[in-house]
């Protein structure tokens, strides 16, 4: 991997840091308005729409086409989109910006763990803090998976799954509306959060998870997963110009969290090195890709 891969690597995965780590206030201020279920449903369907519309003009009608492989890309898109977007704001519901963005910045372990788990690699408390990190774990299934369709491209396996996670989304949203766990908003409520649904959408959404794919799909999930740790920087940033005031062993957790997940992919990459050419021997700066990622290609 040349330098200026790495580069424009690092760039797009530090664009979807950054924007997800604004998510976390805005959604909070979007809550008390409008429930998880809606949210989700809103934030997904139209950007699922605006990423088929990106798809079908940048490559082309035939990539819309699943070739045989839609019910992993659903099942991937339902892990990734509902599994995360629902986890995560019904765990805001009963959490803190601040909490769910340090467990987000859990998921290089989890990374590990995950791959471990379905490929064989060697190598907070409370109900709100609990359904986060299940939606970390969500994400990183979904993150993984892509290695699964290395000839898509990261629009195209970003708009296809986002599409198929629709029905489970829609479905889970009809489900709590019909137990009564969630009441439809009326049009009002929806328009009185439009600025916070336009950053949801267009920055944290179509932005975020379009650069976080096409990082990954440059740098592989072992590299790319560690930019995870800009977003509880962005959210505690975020937090103490609103003048949120906090502890000092919340500072000193983010802290310990943030290091452990540096140090464990430093590890990650110091075990996979005898498989990978010896970068000092060509004179570039690398980033090691596992075996396990998909092959690097060009961001649409």
Same mark, same amino acid.
């Given at each position: 991997m040349?330098?200026?891969?790495?580069?424009?690597?690092?760039?797009?995965?530090?664009m979807a840091?950054?924007? #997800?780590?604004?998510?976390?206030?805005?959604?909070?201020?979007?809550?008390?308005?409008?429930?998880?279920?809606?949210?989700?449903?809103?934030?997904?369907?139209?950007?699922?729409?605006? =990423?088929?519309?990106?798809?079908?003009?940048? $490559?082309?009608?035939?990539?819309? @086409?699943?070739?045989?492989r839609?019910?992993?890309?659903?099942?991937?898109?339902?892990?990734?989109f509902? +599994?995360?977007?629902?986890?995560?704001?019904?765990?805001?519901?009963?959490?803190r910006?601040?909490?769910?963005?340090?467990?987000?910045?859990t998921?290089?372990?989890v990374?590990?763990?995950?791959? #471990? #788990?379905?490929?064989?690699?060697?190598? +907070?408390?409370?109900?709100?803090?609990?359904?986060? =990190?299940?939606?970390?774990?969500?994400?990183?299934?979904?993150?993984?998976?892509?290695? $699964?369709?290395?000839? #898509?491209?990261?629009?195209?396996?970003?708009?296809?799954?986002?599409?198929?996670?629709?029905p489970?989304?829609?479905?889970?949203?009809?489900?709590?509306?019909?137990?009564?766990?969630?009441?439809?908003?009326?049009? +009002?409520?929806? $328009?009185?959060v439009?600025?916070?649904?336009?950053?949801?959408?267009?920055?944290?959404?179509?932005?975020?998870?379009?650069?976080?794919?096409?990082?990954?799909?440059?740098?592989?999930?072992?590299?790319?997963?560690?930019?995870?740790?800009?977003?509880?920087?962005?959210?505690?940033?975020?937090r103490?110009?609103?003048?949120?005031?906090?502890?000092?062993? $919340? =500072?000193?957790?983010a802290?310990?969290?943030?290091?452990?997940?540096?140090?464990?992919?430093?590890?990650?990459? @110091?075990?996979?090195?005898?498989?990978?050419?010896?970068?000092? @021997?060509?004179?570039?700066?690398?980033?090691?890709v596992?075996?396990g990622a998909? @092959?690097?290609e060009?961001c649409?």
């Open positions: 040349n330098r200026v891969t790495s580069l424009r690597g690092a760039g797009l995965l530090l840091a950054i924007a #997800w780590g604004g998510l976390f206030p805005v959604a909070m201020v979007t809550l008390p308005v409008l429930d998880p279920f809606h949210m989700t449903a809103i934030r997904y369907g139209i950007t699922a729409i605006i =990423f088929v519309g990106l798809l079908a003009l940048a $490559e082309g009608p035939q990539a819309l @086409k699943l070739e045989g839609g019910l992993r890309a659903a099942l991937l898109g339902t892990a990734g509902a +599994g995360l977007g629902l986890l995560l704001f019904v765990g805001l519901q009963h959490s910006p601040e909490h769910g963005a340090i467990i987000m910045a998921q290089p372990l990374a590990a763990v995950v791959a #471990w #788990w379905l490929r064989g690699f060697a190598g +907070g408390t409370g109900v709100g803090d609990l359904m986060m =990190f299940l939606g970390a774990v969500s994400w990183v299934i979904y993150s993984l998976g892509a290695a $699964e369709f290395p000839s #898509w491209s990261p629009l195209r396996y970003t708009a296809l799954t986002c599409m198929l996670s629709l489970a989304i829609l479905g889970l949203t009809m489900i709590a509306i019909a137990t009564g766990y969630v009441s439809t908003p009326s049009a +009002g409520d929806v $328009e009185s439009g600025w916070q649904l336009a950053y949801i959408i267009g920055i944290a959404s179509v932005l975020g998870v379009l650069s976080w794919n096409a990082g990954n799909k440059l740098l592989g999930v072992t590299n790319g997963i560690l930019f995870i740790n800009f977003v509880p920087v962005t959210v505690f940033a975020i103490i110009a609103q003048g949120h005031h906090f502890q000092p062993i $919340e =500072f000193v957790g802290a310990l969290v943030i290091g452990a997940m540096i140090a464990n992919n430093v590890v990650v990459r @110091k075990v996979a090195a005898p498989a990978q050419p010896d970068a000092k @021997k060509t004179g570039r700066f690398s980033l090691r596992p075996a998909a @092959k690097p060009a649409p």
